[in-house]
């Protein structure tokens, strides 16, 4: 049982649009705007995606945005390509305890 | 260009001791919280704990408190993850990390290891 939310899975067609989402509580994604998302090929270390809710790191595409609505956040792949197909993971700071991260279970996007 | 690298994969028994590490480069080491998060076959991220490499400051996720020992050589640019009595619920890839803070807030992961496979088996 993780302490933020996420679907199981999500599955989308080639260059369509996929939203990822992460539930948690007004005292982690509803009352601060540190939600990160991260991306992990099988076998290989996550890379982060998105930070501050909405920031892309340089380097990480454009395809990727982030956003923020009451205590859910989520994540949008546009334009899916083979090699999006991953698992995603979010994460939150919480303010029950600092220096302490929240993850999401992690979701697997089968490209179609 | 910031580099984490972890020590290999391990084969141990139950009730093995075990002591796995990471090194930073490419950065002030001592000067950046490092954590470690796990991630069992199959499963998702859990964040264990984290140490500031300075002073050795660390804290525990409740989860992980009294399972796990966290310490740091700075003089070496090392952080260790430790365990004195290995169970097979302890199989797992390991990670270390390093966070990105506004004050005390840890705001993302800007950096991993490559991770540290540790396997327990009798």
């Known amino acids: 049982q993780s302490d933020l939310t996420q679907p199981a899975s999500v599955s989308g067609s080639l260059g369509q649009s996929v939203t990822v989402s992460c539930t948690g509580t007004?005292?982690?994604?509803?009352?601060?705007?540190?939600v990160s998302w991260y991306q992990q090929h099988p076998g290989k270390a996550p890379k982060v995606l998105i930070y501050?809710?909405?920031y892309r790191p340089s380097g990480v595409s454009n395809r990727f945005s982030g956003s923020k609505s009451g205590n859910t956040a989520s994540l949008t792949i546009s334009a899916l390509q083979p090699e999006d197909e991953a698992d995603y993971y979010c994460?939150?700071?919480?303010?029950?305890?600092?220096?302490?991260?929240?993850f999401g279970g992690g979701t697997r996007l089968t490209v179609l | 260009e910031v580099q984490l690298v972890q020590s290999g994969p391990e084969v141990k028994e139950p009730g093995e001791s075990l002591k796995i590490s990471c090194q930073g480069s490419?950065?002030?080491?001592?000067?950046?919280?490092i954590a470690w998060v796990r991630q069992m076959p199959g499963k998702g991220l859990e964040w264990m704990g984290i140490?500031?490499?300075?002073?050795?400051?660390?804290r525990y996720s409740p989860s992980f408190q009294g399972q796990v020992t966290i310490s740091a050589d700075k003089s070496i640019s090392t952080v260790y993850l430790q365990w004195s009595s290995l169970k097979a619920s302890d199989t797992a890839y390991y990670y270390c990390?390093?966070?990105?803070?506004?004050?005390?807030?840890?705001?993302?992961?800007?950096?991993w290891g490559q991770g540290s496979l540790v396997s327990v088996s009798s």
């Open positions: 990390v390093r966070p990105t803070l506004n004050g005390n807030s840890i705001r993302y992961i800007d950096s």
């Open positions: 490419g950065y002030t080491f001592a000067k950046f919280w």
């Open positions: 140490i500031y490499p300075d002073d050795s400051d660390t």
């Open positions: 007004s005292s982690d994604i509803g009352g601060y705007k540190y």
């Open positions: 501050d809710v909405s």
């Open positions: 994460s939150s700071f919480s303010i029950r305890s600092s220096l302490l991260v929240l």
